[in-house]
Structure formats: structure tokens, C-alpha cells
């Protein structure tokens, strides 16, 4: 089993944070801590969704240009656009200008909005898919039966390019689980953060 990495303040880490200059804050300040917002869940499904067949760090870096792109995600506005925001977006070299993936996003608003009426929000219906007990997996599996059956029920309603891979991801990062490996100095601040957290 890997023992991680050891970041500049000399603690150990998950190796992954030490793969890329920009994953050190990522990991620290954002990845495995609970997420409750919805314009935040959203956006990381649709960026989780983006990186099908690609890097993290290539999403990360274009981050910035992907919310300019897309208002944020809000997933409001987005339901609306036409062919033209469709086009824009093919031609806009900050984002990853695949067409499949972009349509999936504006297709993706529609059906989250649906599900906010349906559900009260985003946060209360992926929530539910938070494991009972969850598995000690240190990060040596990709899916799991929760993110096998939001993604299930995501395509059933509609939803396109959230695979159970993809979905499995977006849980970690969104913090429905604490896959920090136990060594890392993190570790124990997500396990605070989702004991202190209010689920929707």
C-alpha cells in the first residue's frame, strides 16, 4: 500500500496530492470535504463528466475558464441555452470543446432542475446515496455499489455521462466519502467535517 506523499510542511498526504504542483491545494482545502450546495454538486458532476478520457489536472487547470463558460454553473441559466451557446462553446479554447460533453451539460441542467422540483435540491437526492457504513477502500477502487446506483438512477432519469466511475469520483470529492488514505494529515479534518456536517 502506498504511503503517500510528504508535502512541504513535512506531513504526509495522499500520493496523488504530489502528482501535479496544483493538486496540493486541491486536496487540502477542497477534495473529500462535504458539499451541500447544489451549484457546487453540479458543477462537479459536469466536470467529472468533462474528464472522461482525460487528466484531472487538464480540468483543473481550465477550471476557472470552464465556470466563465458556464455561468458559474448555474444550472438554471444553463437549461436555456440554444445551438448558439453550444457553438460558443465549441469555440471557446479554455474548456475542452468536445460536443457530446457540452450538450450532456446543458441536457444534465435541465434534468437537474427537474430534480430540485421533484427533490427540494441536488444535495438532498445525492445525498441519500451516502454509504451506511462506508469501506475503508484507500483509494484502490473506482466505483462502488453507491456510485453504481446514483449513476443507475442519474441515467434513468435522464442524466448523460455519469458512469459509475465518474460518479464514484465526483462522491469522493464531494465528500459522501472520506477516501484520504488514514496517514494523511487530512484525513481526520474531512472525518471532522463530515461529523459536524448537516445532511440535506
Same mark, same amino acid.
Given at each position: 500500500? $502506498?504511503?503517500?506523499?510528504?508535502?512541504?510542511?513535512?506531513?504526509?498526504?495522499?500520493? *496523488? $496530492?504530489?502528482?501535479?504542483?496544483?493538486?496540493?491545494?486541491?486536496? /487540502? $482545502? %477542497? *477534495?473529500?470535504?462535504?458539499?451541500? /450546495?447544489?451549484?457546487?454538486?453540479?458543477?462537479?458532476?459536469?466536470?467529472?463528466? #468533462?474528464?472522461?478520457?482525460?487528466? *484531472?489536472?487538464?480540468?483543473?487547470?481550465?477550471? &476557472?475558464?470552464?465556470?466563465?463558460?458556464?455561468? @458559474?454553473? @448555474?444550472?438554471?441559466?444553463?437549461?436555456?441555452?440554444? &445551438?448558439? @451557446?453550444?457553438?460558443?462553446?465549441?469555440?471557446? +479554447?479554455?474548456?475542452?470543446?468536445?460536443?457530446?460533453?457540452? %450538450?450532456?451539460?446543458?441536457?444534465?441542467?435541465?434534468?437537474?432542475?427537474?430534480?430540485?422540483?421533484?427533490?427540494?435540491?441536488?444535495?438532498?437526492?445525492? *445525498?441519500?446515496? &451516502?454509504?451506511?457504513? +462506508?469501506?475503508?477502500?484507500?483509494?484502490?477502487?473506482?466505483?462502488?455499489?453507491?456510485?453504481?446506483?446514483?449513476?443507475?438512477?442519474?441515467?434513468?432519469?435522464?442524466?448523460? #455521462?455519469?458512469?459509475?466511475?465518474?460518479?464514484?469520483?465526483?462522491?469522493?470529492?464531494?465528500?459522501? !466519502?472520506? /477516501?484520504?488514505? /488514514?496517514?494523511? !494529515?487530512?484525513?481526520?479534518? !474531512?472525518?471532522?467535517?463530515?461529523?459536524?456536517?448537516?445532511?440535506?
Amino acid at each position: 500500500m $502506498s504511503q503517500g506523499f510528504v508535502g512541504p510542511d513535512k506531513k504526509r498526504r495522499c500520493k *496523488w $496530492s504530489g502528482a501535479a504542483p496544483e493538486f496540493l491545494e486541491y486536496h /487540502d $482545502s %477542497e *477534495w473529500g470535504f462535504p458539499v451541500a /450546495d447544489d451549484r457546487r454538486l453540479f458543477e462537479k458532476l459536469c466536470l467529472e463528466g #468533462f474528464q472522461s478520457g482525460l487528466s *484531472w489536472r487538464t480540468i483543473l487547470a481550465k477550471r &476557472e475558464h470552464f465556470r466563465a463558460a458556464f455561468h @458559474d454553473f @448555474d444550472f438554471d441559466r444553463i437549461a436555456r441555452f440554444k &445551438e448558439k @451557446d453550444v457553438a460558443r462553446l465549441l469555440g471557446d +479554447p479554455g474548456i475542452v470543446r468536445h460536443r457530446g460533453k457540452i %450538450e450532456a451539460v446543458i441536457n444534465n441542467a435541465q434534468r437537474a432542475r427537474e430534480l430540485v422540483k421533484q427533490e427540494g435540491s441536488l444535495a438532498a437526492f445525492v *445525498w441519500r446515496y &451516502e454509504p451506511a457504513k +462506508p469501506a475503508r477502500t484507500v483509494q484502490l477502487v473506482s466505483t462502488s455499489p453507491e456510485s453504481i446506483a446514483l449513476s443507475k438512477d442519474l441515467k434513468k432519469l435522464g442524466w448523460k #455521462f455519469v458512469g459509475p466511475t465518474t460518479v464514484y469520483a465526483f462522491m469522493q470529492a464531494m465528500g459522501l !466519502v472520506n /477516501d484520504h488514505i /488514514d496517514a494523511c !494529515v487530512i484525513h481526520k479534518q !474531512v472525518a471532522r467535517a463530515r461529523k459536524a456536517f448537516t445532511r440535506p
